[in-house]
């Protein structure tokens, strides 16, 4: 190959690249803006949105949208602020998660290693209730929590996810463990492990990328859902329920940098869970799919 070609494929190489990464961070400016505008006047005032660029940076920086959003803004009747709602979205998420993490990392475990009669239509149907649309399960969902007691209730919450989530974590679960050595599982029997000291000595520990994935999926579906918090929440409404009521509470000039900053602090904890584990969901959940 002569000078010149290798000049011009140098060149092309170049140029393709510059290309491809200017499109790139045109795109991810493009998708960056709504959070952009969010941020900015959410650190503006009022006046200065109303009668200004709401694309320009504040030229008074303030907080007070921020500290109104959290602790003073009027949800409803009571000007209460977001924070007694992030506080019941945690009591809802936490043992939601925990409890169906576990339970699905149960199923698939029985379901690949302790196999029985049936158990094939056992998992059609957990599978099955991962199409469900939420709407049909309002009524009987309604009528259950009302006969055990704990309707409009953060225990009535949590149960509604736990039930509506190990139809996911089961399916994660079996598929990671569907091509794990059954001989291991064996082995372990012949020296004497039962039931759970199998799962947890020996299933649990090699399960850290599939339950990164269940666990981002299901903090990311009940802190983001919103018809059931605002159909079991009762008096104790999670924090998607809390944020549309600030901005319907508002009456007169819409406060939308209060409504900006209570926006951001309701996205905010997924949005640190896929900046802390995204790269880990993305493996896990390639591991997961080419397994069963």
């Known amino acids: 190959m002569s000078a010149d070609t290798q000049d011009t494929a140098v060149r ?3 140029f393709t690249r510059v290309f491809i990464y200017g499109l790139l961070i045109f795109f991810a400016a493009y998708y960056m803006m709504p959070l952009f505008v969010m941020i900015v006047n959410s650190l503006k005032p009022l006046s200065e949105i109303t009668s200004g ?5 504040p030229r008074v920086w303030t907080l007070e949208p921020w500290r109104q959003a959290w602790s003073s803004a009027q949800i409803g009747i ?4 977001l924070k007694p709602y992030f506080v019941n979205s945690l009591l809802v998420v936490v043992p939601a998660v925990f409890i169906s993490t576990v339970i699905g990392a149960m199923n698939g475990y029985v379901l690949t290693k302790w196999r029985f009669r049936g158990d094939t239509l056992v998992f059609g149907a957990l599978l099955f209730s991962c199409f469900i649309p ?23 919450l949590v149960l509604v996810h736990v039930v509506y989530g190990i139809g996911f974590t089961t399916l994660y679960y079996r598929n990671y463990y569907a091509v794990f050595p059954t001989e291991l599982v064996h082995a372990a029997q ?15 520990p090699i399960s850290g990328p599939i339950t990164v994935v269940s666990v981002i999926w299901q903090f990311t579906n009940i802190w983001n859902d919103f018809l059931f918090g605002a159909s079991f929440g009762g008096q104790q409404q999670p924090m998607t329920v809390a944020l549309n009521n600030l901005v319907q509470s508002s009456t007169g000039v819409k406060e939308y940098n209060v409504h900006f900053a209570g926006a951001i602090l309701a996205a905010l904890p997924t949005l640190l869970v896929y900046i802390v584990a995204g790269r880990y969901f993305v493996r896990g959940l390639m591991a997961g799919s080419v397994k069963g």
Do not use: Y
Not at 53 to 57: E, F, K, P, R, T
Not at 78 to 81: I, S
Not at 134 to 156: C, D, E, N, T, W
């Open 190 to 204: 012949i020296d004497g492990a039962g039931f759970f000291r199998i799962f947890w000595r020996i299933m649990l």
């Open 78 to 81: 009571e000007p209460t602020g």
């Open 53 to 57: 660029n709401m694309m320009a940076l």
């Open 134 to 156: 939420f709407q049909i399960v309002l009524i009987p969902m309604a009528v259950i929590l009302g006969k055990i007691g704990i309707a409009g209730s953060i225990p009535g």
């Open 12 to 14: 092309t190489t170049r």
